[in-house]
């Protein structure tokens, strides 16, 4: 997969996973907003709330990046079955992105046990003010158990790259800007917009072929030997 495909991949991912966003983060951001008083500390607010969250998913992707280059050195095989999961994962993503099914939502079950030791670090960061503790707040809200960043970060891992991981989630954490800004200000026209239902199931479609495109790219191959 190419650098540039993958990145807007990963922008359409975090701007079309808009709702789920706000479903996830739309209430913490909203109650950031709403801590400052005037307009402009609440854009300094919603900046670094989501500048530690967009952080987090870089270093998630950098993780499974190595991870999956590691994968890459142990066996071809094993890469073979993670960039045919990446496939199917975008596939779901279409689905869940055009609200044709919603499937993905059960993989958030998974990150349970690592949110319940970080909640109540959350907690206290909730009742800070200063820029700094929303900043940490953010990086600690960046691991809320999340099926859109999770199917996500297995796509990612799939190209076996550290820093190309870092920069697609990072690219996926700028593409939920819109709609976690929009709801921290109460921009409803924009939060319309992402949400119309032609303009989800057109990005649903694009990422479901791009899926199978996926597929097929890689098992064609195989299959012809």
């Not at 949110?115 to 200063?130: E, N, Y």
Request: proline share 3%; aromatic share 8%.
């Amino acid at each position: 997969m190419n650098e540039p495909l993958s990145l807007l991949t990963a922008l359409l991912l975090g701007l079309f996973g808009a709702s789920h966003c706000l479903v996830m983060c739309g209430g913490i951001a909203a109650a950031s907003g709403a801590a400052a008083h005037q307009t402009h500390n609440k854009v300094a607010t919603l900046l670094a709330f989501n500048s530690g969250r967009i952080l987090s998913y870089a270093i998630a992707g950098m993780m499974v990046g190595f991870l999956g280059l590691w994968l890459q050195q142990l066996h071809d095989g094993l890469m073979l079955s993670l960039r045919s999961l990446a496939g199917v994962m975008l596939i779901l993503m279409g689905l869940y992105v055009a609200r044709w099914a919603s499937w993905l939502t059960r993989i958030e079950q998974l990150g349970q046990a690592l949110w319940k030791h970080l909640q109540p670090s959350a907690g206290k960061l909730m009742a800070q003010s200063s820029l700094r503790s929303r900043v940490a707040l953010g990086m600690l809200w960046g691991w809320l158990p999340c099926g859109l960043i999770y199917s996500t970060l297995s796509w990612v891992a799939a190209n076996g790259d550290p820093l190309l991981g870092a920069l697609t989630m990072a690219t996926f954490g700028l593409g939920t800007l819109p709609a976690l800004f929009a709801g921290g200000l109460a921009a409803a026209s924009l939060s319309r917009i992402l949400n119309h239902t032609l303009t989800r199931q057109l990005a649903g479609l694009s990422l479901i072929v791009f899926g199978l495109w996926t597929l097929v790219s890689i098992w064609l191959p195989v299959l012809d030997r």
